[in-house]
């Protein structure tokens, strides 16, 4: 872990109606000094509604450009799934697309912004990538209600979010998009 990071523990209760994943687990993430909250909020709600077996954060953090933010692992150590936040460049989605069976991206940037990125070159299977847009009021909403111990319940039904922590339900909607127009 980077020197300076704060250790943030969540017991976490995923109720995701939409994919069948019911689950309680704890995580223990570290957030990088120059990490916002808005991306570490990013980079937790990807991983609860992406939630399965093999799933992980990145080992080296923000720190390594060599890894998604999060991902999902075979047993045999192959990555099946590339989960990328915010806005990845046109060379990251690229190599990310010969790395892993599939790529999704969570964000709150513009998706013109993303799209505009993504004509800059060619990217491996582009028109494969999933993008969940993530409201800003959610992510920021969350990020004021954080602390080095929280319990969070996230439950997602028909695309709406609704998370509750600190007893405070904060309710989104997130929007499914290809990163390029079929």
């Known amino acids: 872990m980077a020197a300076g990071a704060t250790i943030r523990t969540l017991n976490v209760n995923l109720s995701d109606v939409d ?4 689950e309680a687990f704890e995580l223990r993430v570290a ?7 808005r991306y570490l909020w990013s980079r937790l709600t990807a991983y609860c509604l992406s939630y399965e077996p ?3 954060f990145s080992k080296g953090g923000l720190s390594t450009s060599e890894e998604p933010p999060v991902a999902v692992w075979h047993d045999d150590g192959g990555m099946t799934t590339w989960i990328d936040v915010g806005a990845p460049s ?3 989605l690229h190599k990310a697309c010969k790395a892993a069976e599939q790529v999704v991206i969570y964000t709150a940037v513009r998706m ?3 799209r505009k990125e993504a004509s800059r070159r060619r990217i491996h299977r582009v028109e494969s990538i999933d993008v969940w847009s993530l409201p800003v ?3 920021d909403e969350l990020g004021s209600r954080t602390g ?3 319990a969070l319940e996230m439950v997602r039904t028909e ?3 609704y998370a509750t922590i600190d007893g405070a339900t904060i309710e989104a909607e997130v929007v499914m998009n290809r990163l390029v127009s079929p």
């Open 31 to 37: 957030q990088h000094p120059s990490e916002s909250l």
């Open 148 to 150: 080095r111990t929280m």
């Open 159 to 161: 695309n709406v979010i």
């Open 112 to 114: 013109d912004q993303l």
């Open 54 to 56: 093999g799933i992980r």
């Open 90 to 92: 046109a060379e990251r």
């Open 19 to 22: 994919r069948s994943v019911y």
């Open 137 to 139: 009021t959610f992510l």
